[in-house]
Every structure is written in structure tokens, then in C-alpha cells.
């Protein structure tokens, strides 16, 4: 127990043993989860706040915001590296997707990696054929076999010592990020005050609403792009594309397309598949902030390669 509270500020704080203990099995650490629950506890708090079109809008905004930054960053840079920048903006990134509280830039690319690896393999932290839609869905994150970040995986970042504090201490920046929008709410309160907005309720809406609305957008790629939806390529997973998922996730809803070819920063292969993502990431490649977009191959728009045969041109 005193290990999974010190987990809460430390997020590496006794990794070791647990990562060599040889009963790991998918189980609930309900002390680890403590913060998960309180996160979605907090959603409680427009009882008492209740909205204003300012908080809602924020909280709108700040779900999109976030949102590129998980598809953006955390999934498209940090985990397959689709795209190169530099050491400056990967801080950044890294910081912008620390704000999405989904733990930090190693945990999630190391998990990640591990997913494409044994993808609906026994193994496989979130697969629905392995372990049933719920714990693909949101159970798995509660696991404390699944707490440690493997550094083995990540090399390639763990070298950044901003990166792997940024990983560590992965509480620091959801909390000023708390405290900011809190700030902003009573500034408002106090210099505008026909807008009926208050600390409190840009932090529920803000904070508490919209992160865990965010995480459960992120979520349903590992659950239901996994279950619904169709397939383009004949892939050893059970991966699927979906418009309306790609609208939640801003793109990463092409998630068969994705498991085909994981190495491209594109994943709406086609122009009628909406990849907002993507689209956002070549505006700031106009902009010098990245470069080296690893482009989609030529080879995935060969029918022969298709189920059934795919019409249509890029």
C-alpha cells in the first residue's frame, strides 16, 4: 500500500519489484486508482458549480486541444517517431501531452510499443478478444502490473533526462495545469463578471469534465476500434477503421490502416478518410516547429493488398 501511494507522486517509486515479482496478474490496485477515481468523482462537482457557456466551451476546446496532443504527440511522435523535431519542442510536446493527464510520455509510448508488438496477443495489455471490451476499455489502466514504465522500450527517449523527469513525476503538470485553470476562472469571476463563470467551475469543466471525457475518447481505440467497424487489410489483429471514432480522436479512428502501416505519421489514407491530425501536424510543418513526415507507402494503395479491393486514389 505504501508503495502505490508513493506512486501517486513517484511514478517509478518501486517499479523494480513490482516489475520482478513473478505473480503479476491483471488485477485491480485500487490505492494506485485512487487519483483515476477522484478524477471522475470530480465530474460530481457541477452539482454544485453548475455551467456557463465559457466553462462548457473551454471544456470543448481543451478536449480537442488535448486530444492532438495524445493523437499528435504521444501516440504519432512519441510512439512511432512518424515525424522528427527538435529537443526544445519534443519538451514541448511532451509537456502539452502531460496535460492530458494519461501519465506521462514514456509510460504511454513504451505501452504503446508493447501493443503493436503482441497486438490481441495473449499478452496484449488491451486487447477485447483477450480480455473481454471493459477491461480493453478501462480496466487494464487499473492494473498494477501495468503501472511500471519498461525503459527497455523506449530508449531512444529515456536518454532525454527532461523526458524521463516529465515520466517520473508525471503528477506535476495535470496539477499546475489544474491550478491554472482555477486561476483563470477567478479572474474572470472578478473581470468579467457577466460571463457567470467562477474558479471552481472552469475547474470542474475544465479540468475534471473534460479530461475524463478525453480519456474515455482515447480509450475506445483500444476497446472499440478493436470490435466495430471494418477492415481494409488483413492484419494479425483484429484492428478496424471507423468515421465516428476518427471524429472523436481526431483521425485515429483508421485503426486498421494504422496496424498496416504503423510507421507513417498519416492514418485516413484516403482524402474522404478525416484525419484532422494529420492535417494539423503538416500546418505545423509549414511552420518549421517539425519535419520529416514519414509519408504513407505506395504499397498500401495496391488493391491486390485490400480485402475485397479498395477504389479510389490519395
Known amino acids: 500500500m505504501v508503495t502505490s501511494v508513493m506512486q501517486w507522486f513517484d511514478a517509478d517509486f518501486g517499479a523494480e519489484a513490482i516489475n520482478q515479482r513473478a505473480d503479476k496478474r491483471n488485477k485491480v490496485d485500487w490505492v494506485r486508482t485512487i487519483p483515476f477515481i477522484i478524477l471522475h468523482a470530480g465530474c460530481l462537482g457541477v452539482i454544485w458549480t453548475g455551467w456557463s457557456w465559457t466553462a462548457v466551451g473551454a471544456a470543448v476546446f481543451l478536449y480537442f486541444a488535448r486530444m492532438f496532443a495524445v493523437t499528435g504527440f504521444y501516440h504519432r511522435y512519441f510512439s512511432h517517431r512518424t515525424f522528427s523535431t527538435s529537443r526544445w519542442m519534443q519538451f514541448v510536446l511532451a509537456l502539452w501531452g502531460g496535460a492530458c493527464v ?98 471552481a467551475q472552469m475547474l470542474v469543466w475544465g479540468f475534471f469534465i473534460s479530461t475524463t471525457v478525453l480519456f474515455h475518447g482515447t480509450a475506445c481505440i483500444n476497446s472499440m476500434a478493436h470490435v466495430f467497424g471494418r477492415r481494409r487489410f488483413k492484419t494479425t489483429d483484429d484492428s478496424r477503421n471507423s468515421l465516428i471514432l476518427s471524429l472523436i480522436t481526431l483521425g485515429e479512428g483508421w485503426h486498421n490502416n494504422h496496424h498496416q502501416h504503423m510507421g507513417c505519421v498519416r492514418q485516413g489514407f484516403y482524402w ?32 491486390a493488398k485490400h480485402i475485397g479491393g479498395t477504389p479510389g486514389k490519395a
Request: glycine share 6%; hydrophobic share 40%; with cysteine.
Open 102 to 199: 494519461q501519465r506521462g510520455p514514456l509510460w504511454w509510448a513504451s505501452t504503446h510499443r508493447h501493443h503493436h508488438r503482441h497486438s490481441d496477443e495473449e499478452v496484449d495489455k488491451h486487447s477485447p478478444r483477450q480480455h473481454g471490451f471493459w477491461w480493453a476499455h478501462i480496466g487494464w489502466i487499473t492494473s498494477e502490473k501495468n503501472f511500471p514504465t519498461d525503459y527497455s522500450r523506449v530508449k531512444d527517449l529515456a536518454k532525454f533526462p527532461e523526458l524521463v523527469f516529465l515520466n517520473r513525476y508525471d503528477v506535476v503538470v495535470p496539477f499546475l495545469f489544474a491550478v491554472l485553470l482555477f486561476g483563470v476562472g477567478k479572474v474572470l469571476q472578478v473581470l468579467a463578471p457577466d460571463l457567470g463563470v467562477t474558479g
Open 272 to 303: 474522404w478518410e478525416v484525419d484532422i491530425t494529420y492535417y494539423l501536424l503538416r500546418c505545423m510543418s509549414w511552420l518549421g516547429l517539425i519535419w520529416d513526415l514519414r509519408p504513407v507507402p505506395s504499397e498500401a494503395y495496391n488493391p
